[in-house]
């Protein structure tokens, strides 16, 4: 199993470019979500889907976009990156029961000039 | 509204003293809470689940609902110990959890 697996590790973005974080997993898990780490504010959610076509909004969606096609892929789009969109993005995915907790990708640090 | 508060950002101790980290949270249902560890730019790692009631890595975590707190503490801390710490709160159902700010642990010589 490689688990949650995302690309690309790291991104260099000019401001008002687009770019898609890709997100995959292979534990067949239902519930999977996105996050932003900050220094001092932790992780903050952006998006999250509980299956296939479903999504909604977390604490910080503004600027971003997330579509769930298949139970694997949980990408999340970029529309027009700013500056503040700095920050270091991590994918996770969970059967959906207390016990195991959150698998959490490698993350993907991106940085918009 | 689901809250999740560490009071601390820095935690400095010395190799072989106690630690407890601190987490508090705000829920109105059934809190399911974790702790995650995340030592020097890797991926988040579960470290504790309140629900098994588990020890690892010499860590141990009770749920005081009283309280509604969900400290983290360890008898004798090891250098190995030293990473950042974030409490995390699952909601009803378990579709997300919220995360508090985190605590860098930092343990000397």
């Known amino acids: 199993n490689a688990g949650v697996t995302q690309t690309p590790k790291f991104q260099v973005l000019k401001t008002g470019q687009s770019m898609t974080l890709q997100c995959a997993q292979d534990m067949n898990h239902e519930y999977m979500s996105w996050y932003r780490q900050d220094p001092g504010m932790g992780l903050r959610l952006i998006h999250y889907?509980?299956?296939?076509?479903?999504?909604d909004q977390g604490e910080v969606p503004n600027g971003y976009n997330v579509s769930r096609s298949t139970t694997e892929d949980f990408p999340l789009r970029l529309l027009s990156a700013a500056p503040s969109q700095t920050s270091v993005y991590f994918c996770?995915?969970?059967?959906?029961?207390?016990?195991?907790?959150?698998?959490f990708g490698s993350g993907t640090r991106l940085t918009v000039v | 509204a689901q809250r999740v508060t560490q009071p601390e950002k820095l935690l400095s101790v010395f190799k072989g003293a106690p630690v407890e980290l601190k987490c508090n949270y705000s829920y109105s249902g059934s809190p399911e809470l974790f702790w995650y560890v995340q030592y020097s730019r890797q991926r988040l790692q579960l470290l504790l689940r309140h629900i098994s009631r588990e020890s690892i890595k010499g860590f141990t975590a009770d749920l005081n609902k009283g309280e509604t707190s969900f400290h983290l503490k360890k008898p004798f801390a090891q250098e190995e110990d030293s990473a950042m710490y974030y409490c995390?709160?699952?909601?009803?159902?378990?579709?997300?959890?919220?995360f508090g700010t985190g605590t860098r642990l930092l343990v000397s010589p």
């Open positions: 889907s509980v299956g296939a076509g479903i999504t």
């Open positions: 996770a995915s969970s059967p959906g029961t207390g016990v195991d907790g959150y698998t």
């Open positions: 995390a709160l699952g909601d009803t159902g378990f579709q997300k959890l919220v």
